[in-house]
């Protein structure tokens, strides 16, 4: 019998449910960050940090890891199982690259580069604050986190370049996990695309309005904000 870690449609389907996982997370993220953008003070922000250390919510981060491990896993295990069933040919069906988006097609190294960018974001907050408390150290003022990281017009538009990374792997990536669950007839193919990209779109345009409003903060080009 195929097993659900082991067959190619078991892999797709652990790659789907975490990477839905993963998105709700986002969501959440995304929201609480937008406090920072709606109250100058910083108090709000502040607050849903301090919400945030509570060690009932402390319980989701290994869980929350969990997720974005075995995703990671899986996506190394499918990509290179893809290739040995290509062997040399570059798509298993020779018209598959004029059907598929530039994001289906980049998947893989898309993944990197949002990676990459979660190492460094990692390093900027969390590190700081949630790692420092666990080690008994001093924890860092959110507030204070964003002023420095975003008080950088480089490190700001580097935020900006991954925002549109995640993007691309993710619009794909939400419309296929709905693929692979089986909600893909006929009817739904192009809708699922249609709210993959209104979806995601509003998910990243409300990271990148934090990161943008943050560093307009510090570089005083804010006149309401
Ligand atoms: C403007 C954009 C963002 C800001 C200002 C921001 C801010 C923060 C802050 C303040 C923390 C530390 C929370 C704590 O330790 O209590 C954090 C943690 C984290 N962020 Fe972000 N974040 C942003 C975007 C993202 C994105 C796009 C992702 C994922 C792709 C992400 C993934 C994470 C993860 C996995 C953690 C650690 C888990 C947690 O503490 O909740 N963040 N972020």
Same mark, same amino acid.
């Given at each position: 019998?195929?097993?659900?870690?082991?067959?190619?449609?078991?892999?797709?389907?652990?790659?789907?449910?975490?990477?839905?996982?993963?998105?709700?997370?986002?969501?959440?993220?995304?929201?609480?960050?937008?406090?920072?953008?709606?109250?100058?003070?910083?108090?709000? =922000?502040?607050?849903?940090?301090?919400?945030?250390?509570? *060690?009932?919510? &402390?319980?989701?981060? *290994?869980?929350?890891?969990?997720?974005?491990?075995? @995703?990671?896993?899986?996506?190394?295990?499918?990509?290179?199982?893809?290739?040995?069933?290509?062997?040399?040919?570059?798509?298993?069906? *020779?018209?598959?690259?004029?059907?598929?988006? /530039?994001?289906?097609?980049?998947?893989?190294?898309?993944?990197?580069?949002?990676?990459? &960018?979660?190492?460094? @974001?990692?390093?900027?907050?969390?590190?700081?604050?949630?790692?420092?408390?666990?080690?008994?150290?001093?924890?860092?003022? *959110?507030?204070?986190?964003?002023?420095?990281?975003?008080?950088?017009?480089?490190?700001?538009?580097?935020?900006?370049?991954?925002?549109?990374?995640?993007?691309? @792997?993710?619009?794909? &990536?939400?419309?296929?996990?709905?693929?692979?669950?089986? /909600?893909?007839?006929?009817? /739904?193919?192009?809708?699922?695309? /249609?709210?993959?990209?209104? =979806?995601?779109?509003?998910?990243?345009?409300?990271?990148?309005?934090?990161?943008?409003?943050?560093?307009?903060?510090?570089? &005083?080009?804010?006149?309401?904000?």
């Amino acid at each position: 019998m195929a097993n659900i870690f082991t067959s190619s449609i078991g892999k797709k389907l652990i790659m789907s449910i975490t990477g839905l996982f993963l998105i709700l997370f986002l969501i959440l993220h995304m929201s609480l960050n937008l406090t920072s953008v709606f109250d100058a003070s910083g108090e709000t =922000f502040q607050a849903v940090c301090d919400f945030m250390a509570l *060690p009932i919510v &402390g319980i989701m981060v *290994p869980i929350l890891a969990a997720g974005f491990v075995i @995703h990671i896993i899986y996506a190394f295990i499918l990509t290179i199982s893809n290739k040995k069933a290509r062997g040399t040919q570059r798509y298993a069906v *020779p018209n598959k690259a004029a059907t598929d988006s /530039w994001s289906a097609r980049n998947m893989f190294i898309l993944g990197l580069i949002v990676l990459l &960018g979660i190492a460094l @974001h990692l390093t900027d907050f969390w590190a700081k604050m949630q790692l420092a408390d666990w080690a008994g150290g001093e924890v860092a003022n *959110p507030n204070d986190l964003m002023a420095a990281t975003f008080g950088s017009l480089y490190v700001t538009i580097l935020y900006v370049v991954w925002f549109a990374a995640l993007w691309f @792997h993710l619009t794909h &990536g939400f419309w296929s996990a709905f693929q692979t669950i089986g /909600w893909n007839n006929e009817k /739904w193919f192009n809708r699922w695309k /249609w709210i993959a990209n209104i =979806f995601v779109t509003i998910i990243m345009f409300g990271f990148a309005v934090t990161a943008i409003v943050a560093h307009c903060r510090v570089a &005083g080009y804010c006149c309401c904000c």
